[in-house]
């Protein structure tokens, strides 16, 4: 049984950055789901894909985005065969994302509304483009614990994993990209992209998916 592919965005993001990748994989006969992140806290996030993993039939291959990669690194599901990160973290027992970010990045954000009783962050309009890609005026807001919580222990050490290479990532630096790639022991293709690769790439990380659901 092929598996099927549950996709997750990552900060700042919403499900439509998967759109283009969506389409090429049903193009293939592949089910492809993007869940909406609730972007509140690494575990209450990659509890909450893990329940939607457990509800689909058949194995299941998880994609991740920028900061959905470190919730599917923290998804503990019996029918997740696969991981794929795209332009992704994938950090280790006890990291954060906060500390993969480099000092530019982090001076883009900003502080906006209450909710949940923490302050809730935002790219600074003016330079989403350039960091993020996409359009600001789409951007979701994060709560500082999903950035800044320690990850549990690594799904990609129990299952094999892919990594697409943003060389041009202005968001998660591609030096970092690679030094976890290795760690982690990930199959890699590395693209010339930005942190948009998911929109610029779409069929070359298609095919990345591609090859996992097959592989597993």
Known sequence: MRASVLLVHG?????????????????????????????????SDATYVASLARSMDGPVVLGGHDYGGSVITGVDAPNVVGLVYVAAFAPAAGE??????????????????ARGG??????????????????????????????????????WARVPSWFVVAGRDGFVAAGAQREMAARAGSAVMELDA?????????????????RATRRT
Do not use: K, M
Request: proline content about 7%; charged content about 15%; aromatic content about 6%.
């Open 11 to 43: 900060a700042f993001g919403e499900t439509s950055v998967w759109a283009r990748v969506i389409a090429a994989l049903q193009r293939e006969g592949i089910e492809a789901i993007a869940v909406a992140n609730p972007l509140t806290g690494l575990t």
């Open 118 to 155: 923490a302050i809730e962050l935002l790219v600074a309009r003016d330079r989403y483009h350039d960091v993020v890609g996409g359009e600001a005026a789409l951007q979701r807001p994060v709560l500082p614990g999903a950035l800044d919580e320690p990850a549990a222990d690594p799904a």
């Open 96 to 113: 954060t994302c906060v500390s993969w970010l480099g000092a530019p990045v982090l001076e883009t954000l900003r502080p906006g509304v």
């Open 194 to 210: 930005t942190h948009a690769v998911l929109h610029t790439h779409a069929a070359e990380v298609a095919g990345v998916f591609f």
